[in-house]
T-cell receptor
Framework: DARVTQTPRHKVTEMGQEVTMRCQPILGHNTVFWYRQTMMQGLELLAYFRNRAPLDDSGMPKDRFSAEMPDATLATLKIQPSEPRDSAVYFC?????????FGPGTRLTVL | SQKIEQNSEALNIQEGKTATLTCNYTNYSPAYLQWYRQDPGRGPVFLLLIRENEKEKRKERLKVTFDTTLKQSLFHITASQPADSATYLCALTSGGFKTIFGAGTRLFVKA
C-alpha cells in the first residue's frame, strides 16, 4: 500500500534555527504539494511541483522558506531562519490528477 | 481574491440520517473539485473527485454534486454512522494543477 512519508514527524527548535522537512511522494505521482495547517488559517498551499518543476511558490514567505525537489523520490521544505509564527503542521501531498494523497505531517514548534 | 466557503459551524446529525455539507466558491474556475476527510492529528484523506463537466459522482454511501453555474458543490453521506464523524474539506484544482482548500466542516454523528 503506497504512502507518502514525511520526516521528521515532530520538530522542536529555537527561533533562528534552520529547519528542513523531507517528503517521499508516492512513486509515479507527478504533482507534489507542500501545505501548512494551523487552527487559525486552515490548510494553506505553500508550493507545488509538477514533474519536479516548481510551478508556484507564491504561498511561501520567500525570504525564509524554500522548497526543492532534487529527484523524483524527495521533496524538501526548508525554513531559515525559523520564527515562532512558523509553528504549524506541515503536510506534503502527491497526486496524479485523480486525488491527492497526504503524508502524516511534520509538527513544527518554534520556541 | 479566490475564496472557498464551507459552513464553519459544526453539523450534528443522528445516526442513519443523511449528512449534507456545502462548498461554495468565488473568483475561481476549477478544473475539478475534491472532497477529503480529516481526523484529529492526521493528514487529509482523499474521498472523491468530480470534474467541471460532471454533475454528480457516487462512491458507496458518498455522493457529490457540482454546479459550476451556482459555483457550489454538495457532499452527501447517506445512512451516516458515528464513524463518519470527522472534518470534511473541499478542495478546488485549477487548470494549472494548483489545489486550494476550504476551512472544512466538522461533522458529528450521534448514535
Amino acid at each position: 500500500d503506497a504512502r507518502v512519508t514525511q520526516t521528521p514527524r515532530h520538530k522542536v527548535t529555537e527561533m533562528g534555527q534552520e529547519v528542513t522537512m523531507r517528503c517521499q511522494p508516492i512513486l509515479g505521482h507527478n504533482t507534489v504539494f507542500w501545505y501548512r495547517q494551523t487552527m487559525m488559517q486552515g490548510l494553506e498551499l505553500l508550493a507545488y511541483f509538477r514533474n519536479r518543476a516548481p510551478l508556484d511558490d507564491s504561498g511561501m514567505p520567500k525570504d525564509r522558506f524554500s522548497a526543492e525537489m532534487p529527484d523524483a523520490t524527495l521533496a524538501t521544505l526548508k525554513i531559515q531562519p525559523s520564527e515562532p509564527r512558523d509553528s504549524a503542521v506541515y503536510f506534503c501531498a502527491s497526486g496524479l490528477d485523480r486525488g491527492n494523497y497526504f503524508g502524516p505531517g511534520t509538527r513544527l514548534t518554534v520556541l | 481574491s479566490q475564496k472557498i466557503e464551507q459552513n464553519s459551524e459544526a453539523l450534528n446529525i443522528q445516526e442513519g440520517k443523511t449528512a449534507t455539507l456545502t462548498c461554495n466558491y468565488t473568483n475561481y474556475s476549477p478544473a475539478y473539485l475534491q472532497w477529503y476527510r480529516q481526523d484529529p492529528g492526521r493528514g487529509p484523506v482523499f474521498l472523491l473527485l468530480i470534474r467541471e463537466n460532471e454533475k454528480e459522482k457516487r462512491k458507496e454511501r458518498l455522493k457529490v454534486t457540482f454546479d459550476t453555474t451556482l459555483k457550489q458543490s454538495l457532499f452527501h453521506i447517506t445512512a451516516s454512522q458515528p464513524a463518519d464523524s470527522a472534518t470534511y474539506l473541499c478542495a478546488l484544482t485549477s487548470g494549472g494543477f494548483k489545489t486550494i482548500f476550504g476551512a472544512g466542516t466538522r461533522l458529528f454523528v450521534k448514535a
